[in-house]
T-cell receptor
Framework: DVKVTQSSRYLVKRTGEKVFLECVQD?????MFWYRQDPGLGLRLIYF???????EKGDIPEGYSVSREKKERFSLILESASTNQTSMYLC???????????FGPGTRLLVL | RKEVEQDPGPFNVPEGATVAFNCTYS??????FFWYRQDCRKEPKLLMS???SGNEDGRFTAQLNRASQYISLLIRDSKLSDSATYLC?????????????????FGKGTHLIIQP
């Protein structure tokens, strides 16, 4: 079974803090993705990566950055957290050919 | 702008009934299509891929109409455990064809409630 893990299920941070969200997959997938999910807006792609040290902007990259130093790990960084970044953050990984994606359990981030 | 449109529901359906959802997509270049299921406060999980010829997995049938750019999901003999949000998902490009790297586009989901 594919396993995607995220470092925290729940996180509370203050405005202006730097926030790191970690994601690890154990299936040697090339592709990894970060989404956020908000009521009424669905899943929106923040950043993705098709290879180590490679990153591509998704639909809403502003206020975020990412790091992929190892194939199995993809980190999302909020450089200076703001209240509008309160959301559910979902990491996913996938195989290169069919783009099926497998999701981690999500991190619920609250920025006060 | 790439879009995937779904009726958000909720669909309230009695147990044992058949229910169908549709989803439309705007990007005619889309090449891969999926249905994901998401339970309350959980992550989305792949339910099934959707193939041009249509495909069936137990009580679930998925169909694709490229000409009209819509995807459907049919659930027969619905169970209480089918209650969830169903996400229509489209991949605009296929990397095997050397296409771009846009990732998947998700619909906002259709909420299904199966009632006893």
């Amino acid at each position: 079974d594919v396993k995607v893990t995220q470092s925290s299920r729940y996180l509370v941070k203050r405005t202006g803090e730097k926030v790191f969200l970690e994601c690890v997959q154990d299936m040697d997938h090339e592709n990894m993705f970060w989404y956020r999910q908000d009521p009424g807006l669905g899943l929106r792609l923040i950043y993705f990566s098709y290879d180590v040290k490679m990153k591509e902007k998704g639909d809403i990259p502003e206020g975020y950055s990412v790091s992929r130093e190892k194939k199995e790990r993809f980190s999302l960084i909020l450089e200076s957290a703001s209240t509008n970044q309160t959301s559910m953050y979902l990491c996913a990984s996938g195989m290169g050919d069919q783009e099926t994606q497998y999701f981690g359990p999500g991190t619920r981030l609250l920025v006060l | 702008r790439k879009e995937v449109e779904q009726d958000p529901g909720p669909f309230n359906v009695p147990e044992g009934a058949t229910v169908a959802f549709n989803c439309t997509y705007s990007n005619s270049a889309s090449q891969s299509f999926f249905w994901y299921r998401q339970d309350c406060r959980k992550e989305p999980k792949l339910l099934m891929s959707v193939y041009s010829s249509g495909n069936e997995d137990g009580r679930f049938t998925a169909q694709l109409n490229r000409a009209s750019q819509y995807i459907s999901l049919l659930i027969r003999d619905s169970k209480l455990s089918d209650s969830a949000t169903y996400l229509c998902v489209v991949n605009p490009f296929n990397r095997r064809s050397g296409g771009g790297a846009d990732g998947l586009t998700f619909g906002k989901g259709t909420h299904l409630i199966i009632q006893p």
